[in-house]
């Protein structure tokens, strides 16, 4: 190795591969465990036709939609590879020097340090609260004239936990107005707080310029594989996220596969209930074993076993279901279909297991 590569890299682990065993239940990466629906297919595969030519770099068809369905115009709309490149790009129109600072939850989304470094700035992790919660009024204290940025993951990943909607305006109004706050809603489909309380970013952020809306097609929508993911904020922010964009980044069949899915909407979250339902089965059955498990309003749930999470997901594997452990935190466990979440809960809660992880 003789080129020059940014020193400060070394410090970002390399990436290694998630363990995948062929026959093993996979409940690791949050995805969704059914295909594409028919009509997903089948724009999936009329897109492919056209593979010879460039994708609409606009993104016109799929942002109108999304307007659409929103109730904004499209110039509140911008399309990434993956709401995670736009996480990145949000760095990148905000933070310009080092001393630049992002703030987010700690635990939270792994991208989140990962792309602030990336953008040369500097990260200012906040503890999550007593409950696994964001420590909102930490984060709001931890705004400096140096913030530049700050995420909040609502439904919080790994944790599953939420905050409702006046919490976060009450977050919201204590930020100031130049400083932009990122709400990350990767997993809005599967809150269930009550009218009142669910908390809608593309709401809250009718009136606040300086709120901006994740959300992602590779979750409940079922295309992780094809990355598609979009924010919903200030036309002046969304035209700054276009001016950063890598050209076509979102390819012609990711945007194929997004129309046709948000027109099949009603059968996609129609699956969400089955999915709510199996995971209050599954949290009730881990804390009949013992285990101590928060609320989840997310399509995982969230095992804080501290000093056994790695070994957990270790005797997990081998026992032929894969988990995410977060090395000294927690295990978090995807929500699958009924006979993958009783593989898992036969792992879990077998005495033996319990006895020994809980
Ligand atoms: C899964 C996830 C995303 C979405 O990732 P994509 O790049 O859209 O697949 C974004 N934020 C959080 C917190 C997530 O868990």
Redesign the pocket.
Known sequence: MTAHIRPDLATIPAYVPGRNHPDAVKLAS?ETTFGPLPSAAKAIAESAEQANRYPDNQVTELRAALADFLGVTVANVAVGC????L?QELVQITCDAPTDEVVFAWRS?E?YPIVTQVGNATAVPVPLADGHLHDLDAMAAAVTARTKLVFV?NPN?PTGTAHGRAELERFLDQVPAHVLVVL?E??YEYLRLTPQTRPDGVEIGRDRPNVVV?R????AYGL?GL???YAVGDPEVITALLKVHIPFSVNRVAQAAAIASLEARGELLDRTDVLVAQRAQVRDALLAAGYAVPPSEANFVWLPLGANSMAFAEAGAAAGVLVRPFAGDGVRVTIGDPHENEQFLAFATAPENAARFR
């Open positions: 949050n993956g709401s995670v490149a996480c989304f991208a993951c990943n990350d990767a997993y994740l992602t097609f590779s979750k992780a990355r598609v993911g």
